[in-house]
């Protein structure tokens, strides 16, 4: 069977990084695991020494079926296949997580990293963490610092929910076939307690606020939601209310910078808000 680009398949070849990645998720013995993209079980397999059940899926039914197969003849008890798309799976349908919350693991496809986290903010009460490989860049815009290049509309949606780490680089190498791109392992805890500012308001003014990277915050801002009748001068006043520097760039904002903005600007915006250009999805 050729890998499917269209699938993002690229396998793991390597069985020291395979036993790397499993040492770095730190799992323990009871855990329960939602395994995204399980291929031939590169890393299903060793995982389901480690932890109590895996729950594989793999949207490919050629894979499903070889993956049945090698767990029969392993004899092997502990792993559930399922063949479904992670994007229209409902992660309640997998089993009954009210006691335990398992630990999304993977080796997702790229081409829809985005449309995965997504999937897992949405489905945060359920699962505990979720540690999966990134490409680099993308990764590192998910964990950017302040001041950064990286740093981004990205870097403050995912914080809203989570707390993201970068554990260790992955060499292209390491594939079959081999990607273009370098990969990243990264854990991301569902940990943050909720920040008092609706989710809606806080993308809306995030994406306004990165709209123009080039521009300062007020200009940036200004050009974002002139529409909505609020003056410069009186945006101005509210930055500097929200003790914001309104000649500042974007990336230089913190978590917090955001939060007061937000709480600044909710009485001035439409209850439904619309995005007038293009947003960052998570
Ligand atoms: N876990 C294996 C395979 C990783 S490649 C390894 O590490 O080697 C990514 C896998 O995700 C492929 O097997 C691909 O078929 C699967 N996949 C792609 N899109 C998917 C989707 N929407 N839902 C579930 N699995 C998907």
Known sequence: MRPKKA??????????????????????????????????????????????????????????????????????????VIKEDILKLDLKEIGDFSKEKPVVMGNIPYNISSLILKKLVESKELISRA????????????????????????????????????????????????PSVDSMLVE??????HPGIEEHLFRYVVNATFSHRRKNILNSLFAYIRGIGISKEQLKKLLSEADITPNLRAEMLEMDDFLRLSAKLKKYLPKNLIHTQQTEQV
């Not at 855990?31 to 399980?38: H, Q, W």
């Not at 991301?188 to 307690?193: L, N, Q, V």
Request: aromatic letters at 10%.
């Open 7 to 80: 699938l993002g398949q690229h396998f793991l070849v390597d069985k020291n990084i395979i036993n790397k990645i499993i040492k770095n998720a730190c799992l323990k013995e009871d855990d329960l695991i939602i395994e995204i993209g399980a291929g031939h079980g590169e890393l299903t397999l060793p995982l389901s020494e480690h932890v109590r059940h895996v729950f594989a899926i793999e949207k490919d039914a050629g894979l499903c079926y070889k993956l049945k197969k090698s767990i029969k003849d392993k004899k092997i008890t502990n792993i559930t």
């Open 188 to 193: 991301i805890r569902f940990d943050r307690p």
């Open 131 to 178: 540690v999966l490989m990134f490409q680099w860049e993308y990764a590192k815009r998910l964990t950017a610092s302040p001041g950064t290049k990286e740093y981004g509309a990205l870097t403050l949606l995912i914080s809203y929910h989570a707390t993201v780490k970068n554990l260790f680089q992955i060499s292209r190498n390491v594939f079959y076939p081999k």
